[in-house]
């Protein structure tokens, strides 16, 4: 797939492929930046089978280069920005680092790795490219997954429709990067907003006529409440995917109503299984059905696919002897279908009782006057754990007052130990850079 991926590129010449505003590039010129860094890198003595970090967003050249690593059999491995490198580095046993400037310049960089794990190790041996994805690590260490990138491929394969396709979930992310493989690899156009902000993404969507914005259901409900589709003309859009954390459903039918004749996709991933083809029940539904092996062990998603890592480099396998992966996420089950309750990291635990923090966030948000919910587990002496909850508001409002509000309003739609018993009400931003929920620990 890697030549091929290549070859059609090649056959879609003069079509626009990359839109980093202002800089147009067609796939022509793409191929050619390809071909330059292929050549770099074999001048620069840097054989296949070498790990080179990326350091920087998207560009026209950062995904040049990208390609050109996994197309000749050398590792991509992008890094996550606004952190210290080092510890990634010595993860991936980098060979070298290229790092890019805001003004679009680069600089490359010899290293001297550590001994490769034998993951990696088995890889060069295949002569196979390969991407090494690393995770956020809110949550403790950052694993570093290995890809073989011919099995990441395997989605690609067969031509489908393209898109002229957001880039919203960046390049250090596997979603990014799938944005990027599925946007090319179909003829489409990827395009780059200045800022992921709401007012830069619906100004990148009006004036380069985007059909299909990838992106998480906290950035939707920004977009939502910013009312900024009323100001642009957004009617460009034809598909809008959404995941990596579950949505409120209050949230989807809003959003259905601001854009009745935009389609929406539910889709599932994870860092170590890749982005896997999904099916929704129905347009307004929050049920899917994942188009690979699961199986639901005690009410816990477990998940082979052909498109999995390898393995992680710095970390002992997480797959079981038959190749099963416990994603950690908790479901409901219907039949074929499925709905994501919420990881089990993010469980709280009253009294035994289980509370999935969406369940409470659907709620409040819900209520009169709430922009955004975050809802978390705190310590209590009694019950181990009580539901707390952090509340922004549209406009002001005395504390108290809306604390018998929620109260009140909760009272009828949920059970007693999963309404709230400690609330703030915040002005701070619910989310990450990832534009995924934080919650407290």
Aim: glycine content about 8%; charged content about 25%.
């Amino acid at each position: 797939m890697t030549g091929t991926l290549v070859t059609r590129m090649t056959e879609d010449g003069e079509s626009e492929a990359i839109v980093c505003f202002p800089a147009r590039a067609n796939y022509r010129s793409v191929v050619a930046r390809i071909a330059a860094w292929r050549r770099y890198f074999d001048e620069a003595d840097i054989p296949p089978g070498a790990v080179v970090a990326i350091d920087g967003g998207y560009s026209v050249d950062a995904c040049a280069l990208f390609l050109a690593l996994v197309t000749s059999g050398r590792v991509a491995a992008p890094l996550p920005g606004g952190v210290d490198h080092s510890t990634y580095l010595r993860a991936a046993a980098a060979d070298a680092i290229v790092a890019f400037t805001v003004a679009g310049t680069w600089s490359c960089s010899r290293l001297t790795p550590p001994a490769p794990p034998a993951l990696l190790q088995t890889l060069r041996a295949r002569g196979a490219g390969g991407v090494i994805v690393f995770s956020s690590g809110t949550t403790g260490q950052s694993k570093a997954g290995l890809f073989d990138f011919e099995i990441l491929m395997r989605r690609y394969h067969q031509r489908r429709r393209h898109y002229r396709t957001l880039a919203f979930l960046l390049l250090d992310h596997l979603g990014g990067i799938h944005t990027m493989l599925h946007t090319l690899s179909h003829g489409g156009t990827l395009i780059v907003a200045e800022e992921r902000t709401p007012e830069a993404i619906c100004r990148a969507i009006e004036r380069d006529r985007i059909e299909l914005l990838p992106t998480t259901p906290t950035f939707l409900r920004m977009l939502a409440i910013s009312g900024l589709h009323r100001r642009h003309d957004l009617s460009s859009l034809r598909l809008i995917t959404y995941g990596t954390e579950p949505m409120p459903l209050a949230t989807l039918r809003g959003l259905k109503e601001i854009f009745p004749n935009v389609q929406f996709k539910q889709t599932y991933g994870l860092s170590e299984l890749g982005v896997l083809p999904t099916r929704s029940r129905a347009p307004d539904s929050l049920w899917l059905e994942i188009g690979c092996d699961t199986r639901v062990v005690d009410g816990h998603l477990w998940i082979r696919s052909d498109t999995a890592m390898l393995g992680y480099l710095n970390l002992p396998s997480p797959f079981d002897a038959e190749g099963w992966y416990n994603t950690g996420d908790a479901v409901e089950v219907d039949g074929r279908f499925l709905r994501i309750l919420g990881r089990d990291s993010d469980l709280i635990n009253v009294g035994g009782q289980k509370v999935y923090p969406a369940e409470v966030e659907d709620t409040l948000l819900a209520l009169d006057n709430v922009r955004d919910a975050t809802a978390w587990g705190e310590a209590n002496p009694v019950t181990g754990q009580a539901v707390a909850a952090r509340v922004s508001l549209s406009a002001p409002e005395d504390e108290a007052t809306f604390e018998r509000r929620l109260y009140e309003f909760c009272r009828g739609r949920l059970e007693p130990y999963k309404i709230p018993a400690v609330v703030e009400i915040v002005t701070d931003a619910h989310h990450s850079e990832r534009f995924k929920k934080v919650r407290p620990r």
